[in-house]
T-cell receptor, first 113, second 116 residues
């Protein structure tokens, strides 16, 4: 079975801190994605990557950056965390050939105080 | 712009009371429509992929159907363990020479609660 793991299930940070969220997949997938999920807003795409060192902005990239140095690992970086970045963060991966089904990690609940 | 609207936002059923969840979508060209189940505090879990109008997929008490404008998730004789949020998402084909890289646009989900 495909496994997507995220570095933390729960994280509490202070305003202004630099925050790293890490995601690892074990199925050699080309595509990886970062979403945030908020009540009433659903899943919104922050960034995605289709290859090592390649990245594309999603729908809400402001305040975030990403890094993909190895195929299996995709990191989301909050350069200076703010309270409005308190959310559930979900990582997903998918192959580059059909079906392009996304496999999700368990999520990281981030609270910024 | 691709859009997905799910209804109702929340649905309460008695055990055994069958019903349907709706997913209406607009997309430039549909590569696939996906249904996921999400339990509280967890990541979405894949249920079905539908590719073309008229297609149906079944899994236990769930059946997903697809038309050109919407998809339905039918739940037959639900049990309390079917309680979850059900998410619908569409995946477009690439356009204008670009590629979608398998991006999904999600609806807001339907929260299903099944009472014993």
């Amino acid at each position: 079975d495909v496994k997507v793991t995220q570095s933390s299930r729960y994280l509490v940070k202070r305003t202004g801190e630099k925050v790293f969220l890490e995601c690892v997949q074990d199925m050699d997938h080309e595509n990886m994605f970062w979403y945030r999920q908020d009540p009433g807003l659903g899943l919104r795409l922050i960034y995605f990557s289709y290859d090592v060192k390649m990245k594309e902005k999603g729908d809400i990239p402001e305040g975030y950056s990403v890094s993909r140095e190895k195929k299996e690992r995709f990191s989301l970086i909050l350069e200076s965390a703010s309270t409005n970045q308190t959310s559930m963060y979900l990582c997903a991966s998918s192959p580059s050939t059909a079906p392009l089904r996304q496999f999700f990690g368990p999520g990281t609940r981030l609270t910024v105080l | 712009e691709d859009q997905v609207t799910q209804s109702p936002e929340a649905l309460r059923l008695q055990e055994g009371e069958s019903s349907s969840l709706n997913c209406s979508y607009t997309v430039s060209g549909l590569r696939g429509l996906f249904w996921y189940r999400q339990d509280p505090g967890k990541g979405p879990e894949f249920l079905f992929t539908l590719y073309s109008a008229g297609e149906e997929k079944e899994k236990e008490r769930l059946k997903a159907t697809l038309t050109k404008k919407e998809s339905f998730l039918h739940i037959t004789a639900p049990k309390p363990e079917d309680s979850a949020t059900y998410l619908c998402a569409v995946q477009p084909y690439s356009n204008a020479g670009g590629t979608s890289y398998g991006k999904l646009t999600f609806g807001q989900g339907t929260i299903l609660t099944v009472h014993p």
